[in-house]
């Protein structure tokens, strides 16, 4: 198996003597079908009684309380890429991005409402928390800069400075207590500082003995009044928030993965490293079997995203309120992973194309407006119910995408309010506006703007890009007024990736250019594989296009400035899902013919 995104000419011709592409199953065992046991096992002795399988009593109940959605919702934008998404237990949800700026959102019946922006930081945020009961939230930069927010008034109550670098924080006091103590660790130091969080910035408590490295991790529980940090030496400590920081009586410090708080005994160890994963891949037992290509594209994220260690170290796990289920983010998707039958429950955006980072989990259930009498809440009318409905929502951030996304119930073609799932929240700046303006290219004069093809399985129009792409454009607008592309075949098709056509043999090996000869590649920042439906030339390298063209179906960024976008569809999306989901052989060639019919332009 290819541990790398696929070579450019996986989207341009064959050679007439090449080998075939290798058939990939798309079997493996279903989530349901997994089998707990790793590793062979000695044989029962006989008459010996069979053990039973491990059963979480109301498991469905647990379950509807939880995103099941494959597929994301609804997104929403920053200006950068994303680092945190926290959720609040006032029903607010609250995200940061590497430029320094928070957000603040109101979780709503259904779906959220944009409340405030900050621009809090002028360097990167490096660590973010939110305390026990959800009122006060603190975010820190690189530069030793703190900001501290009230969240039901969504206000900036104040600012410390630190004269180190900080590397983690966290709320360490109990509900409705006087003081609001913020613990934060330093960079290089296994140093952690104790701040009053409506304070003058100078700490209350300096705890230096209690780690030996630096501590990268700290989590408070409200149940125990107890803090449990990690440092980068793999030591994990419990001690309570008060000197002289001993842990609470009959909870012992003990490196671990998933433990069970009171006994600290280690429950579960999860291997989702770059090793395992291949070994599942090629041996056919992963959850989810993903095809070669979009592996490789895969693996190649992991690989980067193992070398920007700010990116990584926002990757977290969170529980359900039940504490029966862990959820965490995987190469494959989302897991949500039932720790008491130890198997998965649910692969959430196994999908998608982004690598899903730092989660928050919110399974309240938010008041609709209106008056909520005693009588209403007491009523059986069913109405009146749906008030107090739950909307389990699951955000994530994605690596190096200025989004957040949600994880609901309902998949993103259900959504009552309609529109395009990825909400363009963010206006241009004008400077953005102005250079845009300055620098907008002009078509050529005579070339067209659209397109239609007619094929055997319906019509698919397109925009077309003269202004950015003109030779392309006037490549494919010439061909098709010739009647080149007439009974034309789609010689290749790949699920989750793209249709590719234009070739007259019908075998990925011929064509030729409106001028006879190969031309030249057309790449500019402002056309990307950024989304699905995406109109390409095909290629065999480097300023070799020809006749032959791709359509795609799912976002490609792996393309970019390989292959030259000459258009987009608008209409006909249904025919190319369509075409996208024949039966193929092994050289990915549909077994019945889907043809062009004829091409417009205009």
């Known amino acids: 198996m290819s541990e790398s995104p696929p070579p450019t000419t996986s989207l341009g011709k064959r050679e007439r003597d090449g080998a075939e592409d290798e058939e990939v199953g798309n079997g493996g065992p279903s989530m349901e079908e997994s089998d707990d046991d790793v590793g062979p096992m000695p044989m029962?002795?006989?008459?010996?009684?069979?053990?039973?399988?491990?059963?979480?009593?109301?498991?469905?109940?647990?379950?509807?309380?939880?995103?099941?959605?494959?597929?994301?919702?609804?997104?929403?934008?920053?200006?950068?890429?994303?680092?945190?998404?926290?959720?609040?237990?006032?029903?607010?949800?609250?995200?940061?991005?590497?430029?320094?700026?928070?957000?603040?959102?109101?979780?709503?019946?259904?779906?959220?409402?944009?409340?405030?922006?900050?621009?809090?930081?002028?360097?990167?945020?490096?660590?973010?928390?939110?305390?026990?009961?959800?009122?006060?939230?603190?975010?820190?930069?690189?530069?030793?800069?703190?900001?501290?927010?009230?969240?039901?008034?969504?206000?900036?109550?104040?600012?410390?400075?630190?004269?180190?670098?900080?590397?983690?924080?966290?709320?360490?006091?109990?509900?409705?207590?006087?003081?609001?103590?913020?613990?934060?660790?330093?960079?290089?130091?296994?140093?952690?500082?104790?701040?009053?969080g409506r304070g003058d910035g100078n700490p209350m408590y300096t705890i230096d003995k209690l780690h030996r490295a630096p501590v990268h991790i700290i989590q408070y529980s409200p149940q125990y009044d107890c803090v449990i940090s990690a440092d980068e030496a793999g030591f994990v400590e419990y001690w309570r928030p008060a000197e002289p920081w001993d842990p609470p009586k009959n909870i012992p410090g003990m490196h671990i993965n998933i433990f069970n708080f009171l006994t600290g005994k280690?429950?579960?160890?999860?291997?989702?490293?770059?090793?395992?994963?291949?070994?599942?891949?090629?041996?056919?037992?992963?959850?989810?079997?993903?095809?070669?290509?979009?592996?490789?594209?895969?693996?190649?994220?992991?690989?980067?995203?193992?070398?920007?260690?700010?990116?990584?170290?926002?990757?977290?796990?969170?529980?359900?309120?039940?504490?029966?289920?862990?959820?965490?983010?995987?190469?494959?998707?989302?897991?949500?992973?039932?720790?008491?039958?130890?198997?998965?429950?649910?692969?959430?955006?196994?999908?998608?194309?982004?690598?899903?980072?730092?989660?928050?989990?919110y399974q309240g259930a938010p008041a609709k407006k209106g008056l909520n009498t005693l009588a209403m809440a007491a009523s059986a009318n069913p109405i009146l119910q749906t008030k107090e409905a739950r909307d389990p929502t699951l955000f994530c951030t994605a690596y190096k995408r200025p989004r957040f996304y949600m994880f609901t119930r309902a998949e993103p073609e259900d959504s009552r309010g309609g529109g395009d799932r990825d909400v363009f929240n963010e206006k241009p700046t004008r400077e953005e506006q102005t250079v845009a303006i300055a620098n907008e290219p002009k078509a050529q004069a005579g070339l067209p703007t659209t397109a239609t093809i007619h094929t055997t399985m319906g019509d698919m129009s397109f925009k077309l890009f003269p202004e950015h792409a003109p030779r392309a454009v006037e490549n494919f607008a010439g061909l098709a007024k010739r009647g080149y592309y007439d009974g034309v075949i789609f010689h290749r098709v790949i699920k989750k990736f793209m249709i590719q056509t234009g070739d007259p043999l019908g075998d990925g090996t011929g064509g030729e250019s409106v001028w006879g000869r190969e031309f030249e590649d057309e790449f500019t920042p402002a056309l990307r594989h950024d989304r699905p439906y995406t109109l390409s030339m095909a290629n065999a390298g480097p300023n070799t296009n020809g006749s032959q063209f791709f359509v795609t179906t799912t976002v490609t960024p792996w393309l970019d400035n390989k292959h030259t976008i000459f258009g987009r569809a608008l209409t006909g999306l249904e025919v190319i899902h369509a075409i996208e989901n024949v039966r193929v052989n092994k050289t990915d060639k549909p077994f019945d013919d889907i043809k062009i019919v004829n091409v417009d332009v205009a």
């Open 44 to 196: 029962p002795a006989e008459g010996a009684a069979k053990k039973k399988r491990k059963v979480l009593p109301h498991e469905r109940l647990f379950l509807d309380h939880l995103p099941s959605a494959d597929r994301y919702s609804k997104s929403f934008m920053h200006r950068d890429a994303l680092n945190f998404v926290t959720v609040s237990k006032k029903d607010f949800i609250i995200t940061t991005s590497v430029d320094g700026h928070v957000k603040l959102w109101a979780k709503q019946a259904e779906g959220i409402e944009f409340v405030k922006h900050y621009r809090a930081h002028l360097s990167p945020i490096v660590t973010v928390s939110v305390s026990a009961d959800g009122a006060m939230f603190a975010s820190i930069a690189e530069d030793g800069s703190c900001k501290v927010f009230d969240v039901v008034n969504f206000d900036m109550i104040n600012m410390l400075n630190f004269d180190y670098a900080p590397k983690a924080c966290c709320w360490v006091h109990l509900p409705g207590e006087a003081l609001s103590l913020l613990a934060v660790s330093e960079t290089g130091s296994s140093t952690i500082r104790i701040y009053d």
């Open 266 to 361: 280690l429950t579960r160890t999860y291997d989702e490293s770059l090793t395992a994963i291949q070994e599942m891949q090629q041996a056919g037992t992963a959850i989810y079997k993903v095809d070669d290509m979009e592996f490789g594209r895969r693996l190649a994220v992991e690989r980067e995203l193992e070398k920007d260690e700010r990116a990584w170290r926002t990757m977290n796990a969170v529980w359900d309120e039940s504490g029966n289920f862990v959820i965490y983010p995987t190469l494959l998707g989302i897991k949500v992973v039932n720790t008491v039958t130890n198997r998965v429950a649910r692969l959430l955006g196994k999908d998608e194309t982004g690598r899903w980072l730092n989660l928050n989990l």
